[in-house]
């Protein structure tokens, strides 16, 4: 018997504006180290396995890790636009445990606003077989974004 196959599209924007410089934003996404700390450590409930950041048109970055209730999470992304401090632009697939479950294309735009950075981020999505929903993509990036904005805090105070 085979599985059931399905797919669910979903679109969301999310804006965001953080009390730094573009440069300090852009940074959080264009430099490993940067990314690192704030997108690739999971901390108390993440262990992280894969990780790889190549910041350039046809580059490729993964974060893989297992939380420690089991689940294994790969995030697999290929750059296909950078316009510096201005724009990105990324495809990436989600496996959760080996199954394939998304498919998306984002752009995250950096505009100034004074000193500030108000950041856009817009996703389409094919989420697939059952396995994740636009809805559940959307809250957790609203939370990836809320954890970008208080690194940056940490990170502009230190």
């Not at 450590?41 to 396995?49: A, K, M, P, R, S």
């Amino acid at each position: 018997m085979s599985a059931e196959r399905s797919e669910a599209h979903h679109t969301f924007v999310i804006e965001r504006t953080y009390d730094v410089p573009v440069a300090s934003a852009w940074d959080a996404f264009a430099n490993e180290e940067s990314k690192r700390g704030w997108f690739g450590e999971g901390g108390d409930v993440y262990e992280l396995t894969d990780f790889a950041h190549n910041f350039e048109v046809g580059g490729v970055d993964v974060n893989e890790g297992k939380f420690h209730g089991g689940v294994v999470s790969r995030y697999v992304a290929r750059y296909t636009d950078i316009v510096e401090e201005q724009r990105i632009v990324s495809s990436y697939d989600m496996w959760v445990n080996g199954d394939h479950i998304s498919t998306s294309v984002q752009t995250i735009t950096f505009e100034p606003v004074g000193d500030s950075t108000n950041l856009t981020f817009t996703e389409y999505g094919v989420h697939l077989d059952g396995f994740d929903n636009g809805t559940q993509r959307e809250e957790g990036y609203k939370g990836i974004l809320d954890t970008l904005g208080n690194w940056l805090d940490k990170k502009e105070t230190s």
